[in-house]
C-alpha cells in the first residue's frame, strides 16, 4: 500500500470530517465530537499543521496540530490531535507516517514542542513522555505527555485551543 501524506487543502475538507468522524464512531474514550473539533479548528484559523494521509486518491487518515497555552507564559508549544485513520486502513502505517511528518514539520517550522493526550504505549514511540509539572487538568497524568524539540520543557497548566471545548455538531 503507497501511503502519500500531504498538506490538507480545501477540497479535502468533507472528507477529512469523515474520516475523523469514521475513526472515532466505536472509540470508547470519544465523546465523538472529534471531527466537530477539526471544523471548529479551521474555522477559528487554529490549524497550524493540518495533514492527510492518502492512498490511490482517497482520504484515509488525518492529523492536526494547532497552538496551545501554559500558564507559565512558555511560547511555541502546541497539541497533537485529532489524529484520524479510516477503521479498514489502522494497524498499516498511516498513523504513524501521519505523526512523523507532523511532529518533523512543527519542529521544521521552530516549535518548542508538542503535547498530546492520549495512549502511553502508542505515542511514547514517537518520544512523548509524561513531563512532571507539565499538567493537563483533570485527566490522569500517565496519559498526558509531551515531547521537546529544544530539549526542556515548560511547567505548568496547558490549555487547548477554545474549538476543543465548543463544538456543537
Known amino acids: 500500500m503507497d501511503i502519500q501524506i500531504r498538506s490538507e487543502s480545501p477540497a479535502d475538507i468533507e ?7 469514521q475513526a472515532f464512531a466505536n472509540a470508547p474514550h470519544s465523546d465523538h465530537t472529534e471531527q466537530h473539533i477539526v471544523d471548529a479548528l479551521r474555522r477559528s484559523e487554529a490549524l497550524t499543521i493540518s495533514q492527510v494521509a492518502e492512498v490511490d486518491g482517497e482520504v484515509i487518515g488525518h492529523v492536526a496540530i494547532s497552538p496551545v497555552s501554559i500558564s507559565s507564559g512558555a511560547i511555541g508549544w502546541f497539541g497533537l490531535g485529532p489524529i484520524s485513520v479510516l477503521p479498514e486502513f489502522q494497524g ?55 515531547v521537546s524539540f529544544g530539549g526542556s520543557f515548560p511547567q505548568g497548566d496547558v490549555a487547548y485551543h477554545k474549538a476543543f471545548f465548543s463544538t456543537q455538531g
Open 92 to 146: 498499516q502505517g498511516a498513523g504513524s507516517r501521519l505523526m512523523k511528518s507532523a511532529l518533523a514539520e512543527l519542529a521544521a517550522m521552530g516549535a518548542a514542542g508538542c503535547v498530546v493526550l492520549g495512549d502511553p504505549g502508542y505515542y511514547g514511540r514517537f518520544g512523548f513522555r509524561v513531563v512532571d509539572g507539565l499538567v493537563f487538568p483533570d485527566v490522569p497524568a500517565e496519559y498526558f505527555q509531551a
Open 15 to 21: 472528507q477529512i470530517h469523515g474520516v475523523t468522524e
